[in-house]
């Protein structure tokens, strides 16, 4: 007669088969987070982007400031281009506009460039301009031969360096110089839960 005390190893073999069939434990699914929530869309999409760069979005590609002060309250925003030219609008919570979490989340209705949230840039290389359209208005971000934005025009608002408006109750808030603080990677693990 064979006794599992006679046989260490057939013993350790029956636990071991026995911990296989169990999974290994841990419970937590294989599955990446639901990107259903718009958190989750943002970052998944700002990190894939970066992926599938477009050689003709390099001039525009970064991170730019579009916040505004009014009445001394700051309301912190910021608007990323990825490299194959979509565009995502960031409002930080955590400002004295908002009083709310140390977070950011993407432009949801009334925010600043909550009208071009999700657009996506077309590049035009003989005009030497990336375009789009808000609410049936044009923007373009003009460069000059060294690939520097000289200009932004959106209807007939045109600056060599920032455009700031209210139209149709959509604020629009576009800067024609990047900025390296906050970085994009900065503003996606913030964001808010």
């Known amino acids: 007669m064979i006794t599992l005390q006679s ?11 026995s911990l296989a069939g169990c999974g290994g434990g841990g419970g937590g699914s294989d599955k990446p987070a639901s990107s259903s929530s718009p958190n989750n869309t943002a970052q998944s999409s700002a990190q894939n982007s970066s992926q599938a760069n477009n050689p ?25 281009i990825s490299g194959t030219g979509k565009v995502t609008a960031y409002n930080y919570l955590g400002d004295a506009k908002d009083a709310g979490n140390n977070c950011y989340r ?47 025009v959106y209807g007939g608002s045109i600056s060599s360096s920032r455009i700031s408006l209210t139209s149709g109750g959509v604020s629009l808030v576009i800067d024609s110089k990047k900025i390296t603080s906050p970085s994009i990677t900065d503003i996606t693990s913030s964001l808010c839960k």
Not at 7 to 17: F, G, V
Not at 121 to 137: D, F, I, Q, R, W
């Open 7 to 17: 046989r260490p190893t057939l013993l350790l073999s029956l636990c071991l088969m």
């Open 56 to 80: 003709d979005f390099d001039a525009i590609t970064g991170l730019y400031d579009a916040s505004i002060t009014s009445n001394n309250i700051k309301d912190e925003s910021y608007l990323y």
């Open 106 to 152: 993407v432009a949801i209705e009334k925010d600043i460039n909550a009208g071009i949230n999700d657009k996506t840039l077309s590049y035009s290389k003989a005009n030497a301009e990336y375009t789009t359209n808000v609410n049936g208005t044009s923007i373009a971000w003009k460069l000059d031969a060294n690939n520097t934005i000289t200009k932004i």
